[in-house]
């Protein structure tokens, strides 16, 4: 006889815990399967040599939904207060500090653009209020517009009562604004190119787009309405296998039963509904819903079996723009590295920040421009954090780990594999790094360089994408991943999304796996 679960969720990422942990505490008999022996996901911790740890992958829970941090309560989990400042960009002999407070940060723009010191508050002031009225639309389950039930006319209707409490004016600014370029939208408000380059690239990292591309104004309100309603993190001590140890033991709480080592080969379907899911060694298990954590393509194209997938289902997900751009590298180092433009009295919390090699829009676009063509960047896009300052478990006493992701490193190279190129654009990575941190090369202990490819091997992340797809204008809110399954609940009776493929976004926050859930309690009292 098969096992009889209530639900079974495939992956043990935190948004798969996350739901497990909501449809638990409401009373369902909740199984979670994860191939690997740890939990996790793309937030893991792991030894990258001898005595130092990193978080290998994703390394940013600065966007943890507030709400799902309360409910499952982490708060004495070990997981730090945010940072200040918040991002710090750098720049041929300067460097330009984003503080959290957006008045002393229009200090810092004051000596860059007196007029963008003026522009920036009135800047804040209106992302903040779209972010107020439309952060509502994050938690819940997106409408369906192409049957709309009489809960979704109500839910719709909020919305738009949401916008208009804008008012006339901002309302009009957003609609107008939210389909536009990254560019267009920042020119509009902004001169200096160090200021506009650093809000693009934080809202456009991990994602195959240029702040040229027509819609990628969106990725600047997404990232502004994900940060008014999170949490206000930093970084868990230990790592971000910390926090997904933490997702574990709330589980565990409700008795959420995680089965590790044990991979889903194949979602059991019969005659368009799905019974359960068949495991790597032959077990059947038997359950009500099945609810994947994996990416779409993942889900429809290699766990269901063709016949049972419609013709137009497959190609609307084939479809989906997915291919990864992000290579992860992580350093170990001998000692502190030297950051030639951080220095003075506010030198520890300087440290404790996230940097951005993002000098300008025209920079970033052309870091783009070799993506499109199938190349890596000779001028990459960078980001880097010191997670060993902040938390010195991390590595050996006075030595330190280095958290590194370059963007614009496409997982279909034209020419070549990364196997045979990942040391040498880990090499160009570390030569535009030198720049700013003239000891770096001389105090490197290890190395650890994780291409698309090795994160798609690695992180079972299909194409190396490490938030599933792009966030795109087509591929998001209603429409993510694709028209028909935004609602968590996928063509397949019974089958549901609750992945970084779903709305509201790729980034670690927590929401996709808290909506599935609510939806999938919802669909079950019918």
Not at 42 to 67: A, H, N, P, Y
Not at 230 to 241: D, E, K, T, V, W
Not at 284 to 311: G, N, R, W, Y
Request: charged residues 25%; glycine residues 8%; aromatic residues 8%.
């Amino acid at each position: 006889m098969a096992e009889k679960y209530d639900v079974a969720i495939i992956g043990a990422g935190h948004n798969g815990l996350i739901a497990a942990y909501y449809l638990a505490k409401a009373g369902k008999k909740v199984v979670v399967f994860e191939k690997k022996e740890n939990v996790g996901g793309r937030c893991v911790t792991e030894e990258i040599t001898e005595g130092f740890r990193s978080s290998v992958c994703l390394d940013d829970i600065s966007l943890f939904s507030k709400k799902v941090f309360q409910d499952l309560g982490l708060k004495n989990k070990g997981i730090s207060a945010a940072t200040d400042p918040l991002a710090i960009s750098l720049l041929p002999g300067k460097a330009l500090i984003q503080w959290r407070s957006p008045q002393k940060f229009a200090q810092e723009i004051a000596t860059f653009s007196e007029k963008d010191a003026k522009e920036y508050p009135k800047y804040h002031e209106f992302m903040d209020k779209v972010a107020k009225n439309l952060g509502i639309a994050c938690a819940k389950t997106p409408p369906d517009i192409l049957n709309l039930p009489h809960s979704d006319l109500v839910d719709l209707g909020k919305y738009w009562l949401k916008l208009r409490k804008m008012g006339k004016r901002d309302m009009l600014e957003f609609l107008r604004a939210a389909s536009m370029s990254a560019r267009d939208f920042l020119d509009e408000w902004f001169e200096s190119d160090a200021l506009k380059g650093l809000l693009a690239a934080k809202a456009l990292m991990g994602n195959a787009l240029g702040p040229y591309s027509p819609g990628t104004a969106a990725t600047l309100f997404l990232q502004h309405i994900l940060s008014y309603h999170s949490a206000s993190l930093g970084h868990p001590q230990g790592g971000m296998g910390k926090l997904s140890e933490a997702l574990e033991q709330a589980g565990q709480t409700y008795k959420v039963e995680v089965r590790k080592e044990n991979e889903v080969q194949e979602i059991l379907i019969e005659e368009g509904v799905v019974k359960g899911v068949l495991l790597q060694d032959g077990t059947e298990i038997h359950s009500q819903v099945v609810a994947s954590s994996l990416d779409p393509k993942t889900t429809f194209l290699k766990l269901c079996s063709p016949p049972k997938v419609s013709l137009k289902l497959r190609n609307l997900v084939k479809n989906v723009k997915s291919q990864g751009v992000s290579t992860k590298i992580n350093l170990a180092l001998k000692e502190l590295p030297h950051i030639a433009l951080v220095q003075g009295a506010e030198k520890e919390a300087l440290l404790s920040a996230r940097y951005f090699i993002a000098p300008s829009l025209e920079y970033l676009e052309k870091a783009f421009d070799a993506t499109k063509y199938g190349r890596y960047s000779e001028n990459p896009v960078i980001q880097f954090i010191l997670p060993s300052f902040i938390d010195p478990s991390l590595a050996p006493k006075n030595k330190h780990v280095l958290s590194i992701t370059a963007q614009c490193t496409p997982f279909r190279l034209r020419e070549g594999s990364w196997a045979e190129h990942q040391d040498k654009f880990a090499d160009i990575v570390l030569e535009k790094l030198g720049v700013f941190l003239p000891n770096l090369k001389d105090i490197i202990e290890h190395r650890q360089v994780l291409s698309p490819s090795d994160l798609e091997a690695n992180f079972s992340l299909n194409e190396g994408h490490i938030y599933h797809l792009d966030h795109t204008m087509d591929q998001l809110f209603l429409m993510r991943p694709i028209p028909g399954s935004a609602q968590y609940r996928t063509p397949l009776d019974n089958l549901y999304l609750c992945g970084a493929g779903t709305h509201p976004a790729g980034m670690v926050n927590g929401l996709a796996g808290h909506n599935a859930a609510q939806k999938i309690l919802k669909d079950w009292k019918g």
